[in-house]
Protein backbone atom coordinates (compact mmCIF):
# COMPACT_ATOMS: atom_id res chain seq x y z
CA UNK A 1 0.00 0.00 0.00
CA UNK A 2 2.74 2.08 1.19
CA UNK A 3 4.73 1.51 -2.39
CA UNK A 4 1.33 2.24 -4.45
CA UNK A 5 1.15 5.78 -2.70
CA UNK A 6 4.76 6.58 -3.19
CA UNK A 7 4.46 5.39 -6.93
CA UNK A 8 1.15 7.93 -7.34
CA UNK A 9 3.02 11.15 -5.86
CA UNK A 10 5.47 10.75 -7.95
CA UNK A 11 4.08 10.19 -10.77
CA UNK A 12 1.86 13.52 -10.01
CA UNK A 13 5.73 15.06 -9.22
CA UNK A 14 6.75 14.76 -12.65
CA UNK A 15 3.56 15.33 -14.58
CA UNK A 16 3.33 18.98 -12.58
CA UNK A 17 7.49 19.82 -13.25
CA UNK A 18 6.53 18.22 -16.95
CA UNK A 19 3.83 21.08 -16.70
CA UNK A 20 5.88 23.98 -15.49
CA UNK A 21 8.94 23.41 -17.78
CA UNK A 22 5.86 24.00 -21.32
CA UNK A 23 4.65 26.57 -19.49
CA UNK A 24 8.06 28.65 -19.01
CA UNK A 25 9.38 27.84 -22.16
CA UNK A 26 6.44 29.25 -23.98
CA UNK A 27 7.17 32.67 -25.97
CA UNK A 28 5.32 35.81 -23.84
CA UNK A 29 2.64 37.38 -26.18
CA UNK A 30 3.31 40.67 -26.82
CA UNK A 31 0.60 43.54 -26.60
CA UNK A 32 -1.60 44.22 -29.77
CA UNK A 33 -0.74 46.93 -31.79
CA UNK A 34 2.30 47.89 -30.67
CA UNK A 35 6.65 47.28 -31.86
CA UNK A 36 9.17 45.92 -30.57
CA UNK A 37 11.49 48.42 -29.98
CA UNK A 38 15.25 47.34 -30.50
CA UNK A 39 17.92 47.94 -27.97
CA UNK A 40 20.08 51.11 -29.02
CA UNK A 41 23.38 50.15 -29.90
CA UNK A 42 26.73 50.16 -27.58
CA UNK A 43 30.58 49.58 -27.97
CA UNK A 44 31.72 46.96 -25.63
CA UNK A 45 35.68 46.02 -26.50
CA UNK A 46 36.76 43.28 -25.19
CA UNK A 47 39.49 40.85 -26.68
CA UNK A 48 37.24 39.22 -28.70
CA UNK A 49 34.70 41.31 -30.48
CA UNK A 50 33.54 45.61 -30.60
CA UNK A 51 30.17 46.92 -30.91
CA UNK A 52 29.46 50.05 -32.56
CA UNK A 53 28.01 52.74 -30.51
CA UNK A 54 25.69 54.60 -31.81
CA UNK A 55 25.70 58.83 -30.40
CA UNK A 56 22.70 60.46 -29.09
CA UNK A 57 21.42 62.84 -31.65
CA UNK A 58 21.66 66.09 -30.00
CA UNK A 59 18.39 68.28 -29.51
CA UNK A 60 16.79 70.00 -32.15
CA UNK A 61 14.90 73.48 -31.34
CA UNK A 62 13.97 74.71 -34.55
CA UNK A 63 16.95 77.00 -35.87
CA UNK A 64 18.05 76.45 -39.23
CA UNK A 65 21.27 78.57 -40.56
CA UNK A 66 22.15 79.40 -43.84
CA UNK A 67 25.94 80.62 -45.38
CA UNK A 68 25.77 82.10 -48.50
CA UNK A 69 27.84 84.59 -50.92
CA UNK A 70 26.54 86.57 -54.39
CA UNK A 71 29.50 85.56 -56.58
CA UNK A 72 33.08 84.01 -56.67
CA UNK A 73 35.60 85.79 -54.46
CA UNK A 74 38.19 87.02 -56.81
CA UNK A 75 41.38 88.29 -55.38
CA UNK A 76 40.09 92.07 -54.84
CA UNK A 77 36.84 91.48 -55.77
CA UNK A 78 34.03 92.79 -53.59
CA UNK A 79 31.21 90.27 -53.24
CA UNK A 80 28.33 90.48 -50.94
CA UNK A 81 27.87 87.77 -47.73
CA UNK A 82 24.87 86.51 -46.52
CA UNK A 83 24.09 84.75 -43.06
CA UNK A 84 20.29 83.36 -42.97
CA UNK A 85 18.88 82.18 -39.52
CA UNK A 86 15.53 81.34 -39.27
CA UNK A 87 13.11 79.29 -36.42
CA UNK A 88 10.47 76.84 -37.95
CA UNK A 89 6.69 77.35 -37.04
CA UNK A 90 6.06 74.03 -35.68
CA UNK A 91 8.69 73.83 -32.71
CA UNK A 92 6.70 76.25 -30.67
CA UNK A 93 9.78 78.34 -29.78
CA UNK A 94 10.92 82.02 -30.33
CA UNK A 95 15.10 82.43 -30.29
CA UNK A 96 15.24 85.23 -27.52
CA UNK A 97 18.26 86.69 -27.50
CA UNK A 98 20.14 85.41 -30.21
CA UNK A 99 23.56 86.07 -30.97
CA UNK A 100 24.83 85.52 -34.54
CA UNK A 101 28.27 86.19 -36.12
CA UNK A 102 30.10 85.60 -39.35
CA UNK A 103 34.18 84.91 -39.17
CA UNK A 104 36.26 85.68 -42.10
CA UNK A 105 39.40 84.50 -41.94
CA UNK A 106 42.89 86.21 -42.68
CA UNK A 107 42.85 86.86 -46.46
CA UNK A 108 39.38 88.88 -46.32
CA UNK A 109 38.34 92.29 -45.25
CA UNK A 110 35.35 93.83 -44.08
CA UNK A 111 34.51 96.51 -46.96
CA UNK A 112 30.98 97.59 -45.76
CA UNK A 113 28.47 96.11 -43.49
CA UNK A 114 28.44 94.11 -40.22
CA UNK A 115 29.34 90.82 -38.99
CA UNK A 116 27.86 90.37 -35.59
CA UNK A 117 24.09 90.35 -34.67
CA UNK A 118 21.68 90.30 -31.34
CA UNK A 119 18.20 89.90 -31.13
CA UNK A 120 15.17 88.09 -31.20
CA UNK A 121 13.67 85.70 -33.79
CA UNK A 122 9.91 84.80 -33.33
CA UNK A 123 8.96 81.42 -34.79
CA UNK A 124 7.92 81.31 -38.59
CA UNK A 125 10.61 84.23 -39.50
CA UNK A 126 13.77 84.37 -40.11
CA UNK A 127 16.55 87.37 -40.27
CA UNK A 128 19.61 88.04 -42.13
CA UNK A 129 22.97 89.58 -41.85
CA UNK A 130 24.01 91.32 -44.72
CA UNK A 131 28.07 92.61 -45.34
CA UNK A 132 30.52 92.83 -48.31
CA UNK A 133 33.80 91.41 -47.94
CA UNK A 134 36.57 91.07 -50.36
CA UNK A 135 39.86 88.69 -50.56
CA UNK A 136 43.03 90.37 -50.38
CA UNK A 137 45.40 87.57 -50.64
CA UNK A 138 45.27 84.15 -52.43
CA UNK A 139 44.94 80.92 -50.83
CA UNK A 140 43.08 78.45 -49.20
CA UNK A 141 40.14 79.60 -46.97
CA UNK A 142 37.21 78.64 -44.73
CA UNK A 143 34.54 81.60 -43.69
CA UNK A 144 32.24 80.42 -40.39
CA UNK A 145 29.06 81.93 -39.19
CA UNK A 146 27.42 81.21 -35.65
CA UNK A 147 24.05 81.66 -33.89
CA UNK A 148 23.04 80.65 -30.63
CA UNK A 149 20.10 81.11 -28.31
CA UNK A 150 19.14 79.73 -24.97
CA UNK A 151 16.01 77.50 -25.71
CA UNK A 152 15.38 76.82 -21.50
CA UNK A 153 17.07 78.35 -18.54
CA UNK A 154 20.65 76.12 -18.32
CA UNK A 155 20.81 75.29 -21.93
CA UNK A 156 21.86 76.61 -24.77
CA UNK A 157 21.69 75.89 -28.76
CA UNK A 158 24.12 77.11 -31.57
CA UNK A 159 23.85 76.41 -35.31
CA UNK A 160 26.99 76.66 -37.67
CA UNK A 161 27.60 77.07 -41.53
CA UNK A 162 31.06 76.86 -42.92
CA UNK A 163 32.17 77.69 -46.96
CA UNK A 164 35.52 76.34 -47.86
CA UNK A 165 36.84 78.92 -50.12
CA UNK A 166 39.76 78.78 -52.46
CA UNK A 167 40.62 82.31 -53.95
CA UNK A 168 43.20 83.07 -57.24
CA UNK A 169 43.71 86.11 -59.69
CA UNK A 170 41.41 84.90 -62.05
CA UNK A 171 39.49 82.77 -60.59
CA UNK A 172 37.67 81.32 -57.11
CA UNK A 173 35.77 78.63 -56.03
CA UNK A 174 33.21 78.00 -53.04
CA UNK A 175 32.10 74.68 -51.90
CA UNK A 176 30.43 73.59 -48.66
CA UNK A 177 33.07 70.74 -48.38
CA UNK A 178 37.22 71.11 -48.57
CA UNK A 179 38.65 72.04 -52.13
CA UNK A 180 40.41 69.02 -53.70
CA UNK A 181 42.62 69.85 -56.54
CA UNK A 182 43.62 67.32 -59.41
CA UNK A 183 47.05 66.95 -58.46
CA UNK A 184 48.19 67.61 -55.02
CA UNK A 185 51.87 67.26 -53.09
CA UNK A 186 52.09 65.68 -50.16
CA UNK A 187 51.76 67.62 -46.98
CA UNK A 188 53.94 70.96 -46.73
CA UNK A 189 57.64 71.05 -45.45
CA UNK A 190 57.44 73.32 -42.71
CA UNK A 191 59.79 74.61 -40.26
CA UNK A 192 60.20 76.16 -37.01
CA UNK A 193 62.48 79.23 -37.06
CA UNK A 194 65.06 78.50 -33.78
CA UNK A 195 65.58 82.29 -32.18
CA UNK A 196 67.64 84.79 -33.47
CA UNK A 197 70.79 83.69 -31.56
CA UNK A 198 70.98 80.08 -32.90
CA UNK A 199 70.18 80.44 -36.33
CA UNK A 200 72.58 79.42 -38.61
CA UNK A 201 71.31 79.98 -42.55
CA UNK A 202 68.09 81.72 -44.04
CA UNK A 203 67.37 80.68 -47.37
CA UNK A 204 65.27 82.69 -50.10
CA UNK A 205 63.00 80.60 -52.84
CA UNK A 206 61.77 82.25 -55.65
CA UNK A 207 59.82 82.02 -58.95
CA UNK A 208 60.39 84.31 -61.70
CA UNK A 209 56.95 83.72 -62.93
CA UNK A 210 53.87 81.64 -62.17
CA UNK A 211 53.76 78.74 -64.83
CA UNK A 212 50.30 77.85 -66.27
CA UNK A 213 50.56 74.35 -67.65
CA UNK A 214 53.67 73.44 -69.94
CA UNK A 215 55.34 76.44 -69.03
CA UNK A 216 58.72 77.06 -67.74
CA UNK A 217 59.97 79.53 -64.64
CA UNK A 218 63.00 79.94 -63.02
CA UNK A 219 63.81 78.92 -59.65
CA UNK A 220 66.41 80.87 -57.55
CA UNK A 221 67.47 79.63 -54.42
CA UNK A 222 69.62 81.92 -51.90
CA UNK A 223 71.41 80.83 -49.04
CA UNK A 224 73.35 83.02 -46.39
CA UNK A 225 75.00 82.26 -43.52
CA UNK A 226 74.44 83.56 -40.34
CA UNK A 227 77.26 81.70 -38.57
CA UNK A 228 79.97 78.84 -39.76
CA UNK A 229 78.45 75.97 -41.25
CA UNK A 230 80.53 73.31 -41.88
CA UNK A 231 79.64 70.21 -44.21
CA UNK A 232 76.53 72.53 -45.76
CA UNK A 233 74.10 70.80 -47.76
CA UNK A 234 71.60 73.43 -49.79
CA UNK A 235 68.89 71.76 -52.54
CA UNK A 236 65.34 72.16 -53.75
CA UNK A 237 62.64 69.46 -54.39
CA UNK A 238 60.48 69.03 -57.04
CA UNK A 239 56.93 68.13 -56.92
CA UNK A 240 55.32 65.57 -59.00
CA UNK A 241 53.55 68.31 -61.20
CA UNK A 242 57.42 69.89 -61.58
CA UNK A 243 60.29 68.68 -63.82
CA UNK A 244 63.63 69.99 -64.13
CA UNK A 245 64.92 71.01 -67.44
CA UNK A 246 68.44 72.44 -66.83
CA UNK A 247 70.53 73.79 -64.41
CA UNK A 248 72.02 73.41 -60.65
CA UNK A 249 69.59 72.03 -57.74
CA UNK A 250 72.08 71.16 -55.35
CA UNK A 251 75.01 72.36 -53.52
CA UNK A 252 77.18 71.36 -50.84
CA UNK A 253 79.96 72.21 -48.93
CA UNK A 254 81.22 74.58 -45.99
CA UNK A 255 79.97 77.76 -45.55
CA UNK A 256 81.60 80.39 -43.98
CA UNK A 257 80.03 83.47 -41.63
CA UNK A 258 78.04 85.39 -44.12
CA UNK A 259 79.03 83.48 -47.28
CA UNK A 260 76.11 83.32 -49.86
CA UNK A 261 75.21 80.59 -52.37
CA UNK A 262 72.82 81.22 -55.44
CA UNK A 263 71.32 78.05 -57.07
CA UNK A 264 69.10 78.82 -60.35
CA UNK A 265 67.15 76.18 -62.72
CA UNK A 266 65.04 76.14 -65.12
CA UNK A 267 61.49 74.04 -64.41
CA UNK A 268 58.35 73.28 -66.22
CA UNK A 269 54.81 72.65 -64.77
CA UNK A 270 53.36 69.12 -66.63
CA UNK A 271 50.02 68.69 -64.30
CA UNK A 272 47.42 70.48 -62.72
CA UNK A 273 46.87 71.15 -59.32
CA UNK A 274 48.06 72.35 -55.98
CA UNK A 275 52.06 72.07 -55.63
CA UNK A 276 55.05 72.42 -53.15
CA UNK A 277 58.54 73.57 -54.40
CA UNK A 278 60.45 73.60 -51.22
CA UNK A 279 64.31 74.56 -50.13
CA UNK A 280 65.65 73.20 -47.43
CA UNK A 281 69.56 73.81 -45.75
CA UNK A 282 71.39 71.51 -43.39
CA UNK A 283 74.77 71.01 -42.04
CA UNK A 284 76.67 68.90 -40.11
CA UNK A 285 77.63 70.33 -36.53
CA UNK A 286 79.53 67.09 -36.06
CA UNK A 287 81.19 64.40 -37.96
CA UNK A 288 78.20 62.15 -37.36
CA UNK A 289 75.39 64.25 -37.14
CA UNK A 290 73.39 66.85 -39.66
CA UNK A 291 70.52 69.02 -39.26
CA UNK A 292 68.35 70.82 -40.73
CA UNK A 293 68.54 74.54 -40.36
CA UNK A 294 66.08 76.01 -42.83
CA UNK A 295 63.16 75.09 -45.06
CA UNK A 296 61.35 77.64 -47.51
CA UNK A 297 58.23 76.77 -49.47
CA UNK A 298 56.21 78.03 -52.39
CA UNK A 299 52.69 76.65 -52.98
CA UNK A 300 51.83 77.03 -56.76
CA UNK A 301 48.45 76.38 -58.14
CA UNK A 302 48.83 75.08 -61.78
CA UNK A 303 45.84 75.68 -64.11
CA UNK A 304 45.74 75.00 -68.12
CA UNK A 305 45.53 78.57 -68.75
CA UNK A 306 46.95 80.46 -65.40
CA UNK A 307 49.03 79.86 -62.27
CA UNK A 308 49.45 81.62 -58.56
CA UNK A 309 51.94 81.42 -55.79
CA UNK A 310 51.73 82.14 -52.89
CA UNK A 311 55.01 81.71 -50.20
CA UNK A 312 54.72 79.92 -47.11
CA UNK A 313 57.51 81.36 -44.91
CA UNK A 314 59.10 79.04 -42.47
CA UNK A 315 57.12 79.31 -38.62
CA UNK A 316 58.46 81.08 -35.24
CA UNK A 317 57.22 79.97 -32.04
CA UNK A 318 56.26 82.82 -30.03
CA UNK A 319 56.70 82.25 -26.58
CA UNK A 320 53.79 81.17 -24.56
CA UNK A 321 52.27 84.10 -21.60
CA UNK A 322 50.74 81.00 -20.28
CA UNK A 323 51.64 78.10 -18.60
CA UNK A 324 51.18 75.86 -21.22
CA UNK A 325 53.87 73.38 -22.59
CA UNK A 326 55.43 73.77 -25.60
CA UNK A 327 53.95 70.14 -26.69
CA UNK A 328 50.28 72.30 -25.98
CA UNK A 329 50.77 75.14 -28.44
CA UNK A 330 53.55 73.50 -30.93
CA UNK A 331 51.56 73.63 -34.56
CA UNK A 332 51.68 70.77 -36.47
CA UNK A 333 55.36 70.62 -38.86
CA UNK A 334 56.67 68.31 -41.21
CA UNK A 335 60.79 68.85 -41.15
CA UNK A 336 62.17 67.36 -43.61
CA UNK A 337 64.63 64.89 -43.87
CA UNK A 338 68.16 65.49 -44.76
CA UNK A 339 68.44 64.20 -48.80
CA UNK A 340 72.34 62.24 -49.29
CA UNK A 341 73.80 63.48 -51.86
CA UNK A 342 72.75 63.12 -55.81
Not at 76 to 94: H, N, P, R, S
Not at 168 to 180: E, H, L, M, N, Q
Not at 250 to 277: F, N
Amino acid sequence: MKRQWVISITVCAVVLLTLLATGCSQPSPEPAGEETVPPPEVTTKTEEHTRVLTPPTPPDYGMEVQLSLSDSPVLDKAVQVTFTIAMQEGYGLDASNTTARIILPGGFELVDGALEWQGDIIRGTSVEIKATIRAVEIGEYRIEARAGFSPYEGAYSVESDTLYVAVFTGRAFVSDKPIKFGGESYGVPRFILPPTDEMIMVIELSLSNAPSLGETAEVTLTATAIHEAPGAQVYFNLPEGFELVSGDWWWDGDLAKDAQVELKATVRSVKTGRWHISATGTYSPSETSRKVVYVDCLRIYVFEDSADILHIPPMRLEPQKDSATASDTMPAVITPEPLPPP
